[in-house]
């Protein structure tokens, strides 16, 4: 069977979503490494013009978007509740809640002068400018609802308030094992306490308990693999089966092209193949790779005829 394959980078909150779910699942995979801003040519060839991280990839099958990435980790290992439609309404809320204003909110309060000594130990001085470049180009062409940044600690110390509540009752958010919101959540206060230094997690010891729990249970078992070798073996591959639970669609085998509605909404263009309740399956052909079949998540992201 084919690897699992991250591509990733360090300082990347939505690659620790991931990599703390691997290690709940306690998987195998394939660490990729990837800028932390376009060009990235692997990354071009293999997902077209989607250009969030992390990506993963098992074989010619490419996955975008930790929520399709999530429901590979849930099959592979077993452990349906890492995937959001294994988890019960409230936590699918929750999870929402956290990787879209949590997340805003966490990246405004974390990005500190202890997250800039990071970045600047982890990159070039012309890397980091830029990044910053891109995250402005990044910002001016979003649409998501804008937030004060000066509002951001107390708002977070709110959600935080809510989880030492629920964090009473048992071990994780949603009962006695992680779920896909704990990692949610997990990812947004990781920025904020590990790359940020900020110690507004600590006025709540449950949380801090339970973000070291999560945090014990590392990240699986990682083994290095050149970015350029993921695309030797995408082309040594053929795209798996269609899933057996579609549910149809008027655009199937008509040219597509995909995008997120909120930010880095760059499309990818390909012919839509397959169409199940959570994803949209892409085909595309590459001249380096051959066919490739990259799946997207239904909810946040924008389908159309090309
Ligand atoms: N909805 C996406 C969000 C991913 C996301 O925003 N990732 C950030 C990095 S943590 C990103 O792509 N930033 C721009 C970039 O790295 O080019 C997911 O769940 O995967």
């Known amino acids: 069977m084919s690897e699992f394959i991250l591509h990733h980078y360090a300082l990347s909150p939505f690659s620790t979503k991931i990599r703390a779910m691997l290690g709940q699942a306690g998987l195998d995979w394939r660490s990729a490494i990837t800028r932390e801003m376009p060009p990235r040519p692997v990354l071009e060839v293999l997902a077209g013009g989607y250009r969030k991280i992390p990506v993963a990839q098992i074989g010619a099958d490419v996955f975008c978007d930790t929520r399709v990435i999530a429901e590979e980790i849930a099959r592979l290992s077993g452990q349906p509740q890492l995937a959001l439609a294994g988890c019960e309404p409230d936590a699918r809320a929750l999870a929402a809640r956290a990787d879209s204003a949590l997340f805003v909110d966490c990246l405004m309060a974390g990005s500190t002068l ?72 997990y990812h947004t206060l990781w920025f904020l306490t590990e790359v ?3 110690t ?7 949380v801090r308990q339970w973000q070291q ?14 970015p350029e070798d993921t695309l030797l073996i995408a082309r040594l591959a053929r ?21 997120p509605v909120d930010y880095a909404r760059e499309p990818t263009f390909g012919v839509l193949v397959a169409a199940t309740p959570t994803r949209w399956i892409l085909a595309r052909e590459h001249a380096e790779v051959g066919l490739l079949h990259v799946h997207f998540p239904r909810d946040g992201y924008q389908l159309d005829e090309a």
């Open 213 to 226: 729990r999560l945090r014990q249970q590392g990240e699986g078992r990682a083994q290095p693999l050149a």
């Open 114 to 185: 202890t997250a800039g000594r990071r970045m600047w130990a982890a990159m070039s001085a012309l890397d980091i400018a830029r990044f910053f470049v891109d995250r402005i180009r990044v910002g001016r062409h979003a649409r998501i609802k804008a937030r004060s940044p000066q509002g951001a600690p107390a708002r977070i110390r709110g959600v935080l308030a809510e989880l030492s509540e629920r964090l009473h009752a048992s071990p994780f958010l949603f009962g006695e094992h992680p779920c896909h919101a704990d990692f949610s959540v």
């Open 196 to 198: 940020g230094g900020s």
């Open 200 to 206: 507004l997690v600590n006025e709540f010891p449950r």
């Open 239 to 259: 795209p798996r089966a269609l899933p057996a639970d579609q549910v149809g669609d008027s655009l199937v085998g008509r040219q597509v092209r995909i995008a």
